[in-house]
């Protein structure tokens, strides 16, 4: 036998080295001890939709405990330490025109649920101070962003409604234009551009979010979008999921320029962990992630970095990052490429906090500042009927949709004056 030839020292030896590896390396211990004092804030998990595609989100069917056909279960969070988690509200793009806010209200609601169900693993939140309070009571905090304007249905009721319901981020757009946006594939020339952007409306819709205290998540949007929000908004924005364009040119990703704007407005870029965007192949390590961090870090600072893993929306995942336990592996490799502790905390989860903070509060100033008076109020003005007008909608509410909808402002004042003329001499 192989042992009988093996001395004792060695064997020793052996036994020993093997001690060490299992004691793990020092960056893994500092990993780990860095995120028990600093919650990891992941900007983007599909596991919503992963229990309407495999379970038509009937929950009672579902046990996360032993769940192993996602990357996400309840061991595999605990594991990977998740101290919070954006779960996506998302359906998809050719539900838009159709059921598209019924099936979003039935995404928001999957996730109420779930954290009904594991009351012991999540903990609902709807502001950075019940992160910090579901973190310090050893839970995952669980928010819910929306992925894609179409799920409003061009409504700035429905866009209310929603951060009534606890979404706390809209994407402005999926892989697909909304009545008022242009989305990344207009980037690619596979899409037309139909807005030069964002809409009239669109901005309405930008400056509301800002006014409610809505995120926004500028992943998926053409460039033209970021520019004009990065422009135009009062608070910083994020990007969910989205990688570095430097280090894999694909139009998903954020450009340097973008990047520079980002710093500038103290913004957050949570960077995706899809091989596509990584490598723009279909193979990628964690190592190629980690390129990622470091680019954007040199571009724009260790402050405007954060996690989007946008795990169970992608079907390819680096090795060494295959499902959401794998995450404490990147924060040594960071901590191995010379991230200072501080750097590390700052893109696990002060950078969201700081921004999350900063959209709250102007929300807040907007209140103040406008109490008594008429400008701090809901934007009630809808979106003009041409430009939604498709089978599936009604005109209800618009006045006379087929004639009005082409006169200017000013004519529609003109044709109410004379209304009120002729009112007048009736009565
Ligand atoms: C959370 O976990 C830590 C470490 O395991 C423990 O020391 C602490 O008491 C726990 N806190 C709560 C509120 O359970
Ligand atoms: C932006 O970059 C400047 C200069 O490099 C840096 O001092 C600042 O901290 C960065 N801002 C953020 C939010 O990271
Ligand atoms: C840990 O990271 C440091 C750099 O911060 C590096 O010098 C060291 O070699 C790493 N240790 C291991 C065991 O990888
Ligand atoms: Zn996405």
Redesign the pocket.
């Known amino acids: 036998m192989l042992t009988k030839v093996i001395p004792a020292s060695c064997l020793a030896l052996w036994i020993s080295s093997c001690a060490i590896a299992l004691a793990q390396d020092p960056n893994m211990t500092r990993a780990l001890q860095l995120m ?1 004092e600093t919650p990891l804030i992941d900007g983007h998990n599909d596991l919503p939709w992963q229990l309407r595609k495999q379970f038509n989100n009937e929950l009672n069917k579902v046990d996360l405990h032993t769940l192993s056909t996602t990357h996400t279960n309840i061991p595999k969070i605990k594991q990977g330490r998740l101290g919070a988690q954006f779960w996506s509200a998302y359906v998809p793009c050719d539900t838009q025109y159709k059921d598209a806010v019924r099936q979003t209200l039935e995404q928001i609601d999957v996730v109420h649920r779930m954290c009904q169900k594991y009351p012991e693993t999540f903990m609902f939140a709807t502001s950075s101070q019940e992160i910090k309070h579901a973190f ?3 839970k995952t905090a669980s928010l819910i962003g929306v992925e894609g304007g179409h799920s409003l249905d061009s409504s700035l009721g429905t866009l209310r409604t929603m951060y009534h319901l606890g979404v706390r981020y809209l994407t402005i757009t999926h892989s697909c234009n909304t009545p008022w946006a242009d989305n990344w594939l207009v980037d690619t020339g596979s899409e037309p551009s139909q807005h030069n952007g964002l809409s009239p409306f669109g901005k309405q819709l930008i400056v509301e979010m800002n006014r409610l205290g809505m995120l926004i998540d500028l992943a998926h949007v053409t460039e033209k979008v970021m520019n004009q929000v990065l422009d135009m908004s009062k608070a910083p924005v994020i990007f969910s999921h989205s990688s570095a364009y430097s280090v894999c040119p694909h139009k998903r990703n954020v450009p340097d320029d973008v990047l520079v704007r980002v710093n500038q407005t103290k913004g957050i870029v949570m960077v995706n962990f899809y091989n596509d965007y990584v490598t723009c192949s279909r193979t990628a390590t964690l190592s190629d992630v980690a390129d990622h961090f470091d680019h954007i870090k040199k571009v724009g600072g260790a402050g405007i970095i954060g996690f989007g893993g946008d795990y169970d929306g992608v079907t390819r995942l680096p090795v060494g990052l295959e499902d959401v336990s794998k995450v404490p592996n990147l924060v040594a490799e960071l901590l191995r490429r010379g991230w200072t502790d501080e750097e590390v905390k700052a893109a696990l989860g002060n950078n969201l906090l700081r921004v999350m903070e900063e959209v709250e509060r102007v929300r807040k100033k907007k209140k103040r500042e406008n109490h008594g008076t008429m400008t701090g109020m809901p934007d009630d003005v809808p979106i003009p009927y041409d430009e939604v007008k498709n089978p599936c909608r009604t005109s209800v509410g618009y006045p006379d949709a087929g004639a009005i909808h082409s006169l200017s402002t000013v004519a529609l004042l003109l044709a109410l004056a004379l209304q009120a003329c002729i009112s007048s001499a009736v009565y």
Do not use: A, G, Q, R
Request: glycine share 0%; charged share 0%.
């Open positions: 028990s310090s009571m050893n």
